[in-house]
């Protein structure tokens, strides 16, 4: 009778303490992180980029190359032959 007693007080006991443990630290929720960004970019196609934060709505510009993109396409037209038009883009 003394044995189980013990056994029985003992297993109460460890599970108590683990249960105390647990409430402690905190382990018993399982916390979720939000992973969104909370920037977005932009590019202007210019010299600069946008950059918009979506918790504040804040803007900023920043210089994010030396030189504009290059906008202009150059088109190679042969109008020798009657039948098709053949159109070859060069970047």
């Given at each position: ?67 504009p ?20 883009v060069?970047?």
């Amino acid at each position: 009778m003394k044995i189980e007693k013990n056994f029985t007080t003992g297993i109460l006991s460890g599970i108590c303490g683990v249960l105390l443990l647990l409430v402690l630290t905190g382990t018993t929720k399982k916390e979720t992180t939000d992973i969104t960004s909370m920037y977005e970019f932009h590019d202007l196609e210019d010299t600069r980029g946008l950059i918009f934060n979506k918790v504040t709505g804040e803007i900023k510009y920043k210089e994010i190359r030396k030189e504009p993109k290059s906008m202009t396409q150059s088109y190679n037209l042969n109008l020798r032959t009657p039948d098709y038009l053949d159109v070859r883009v060069f970047n």
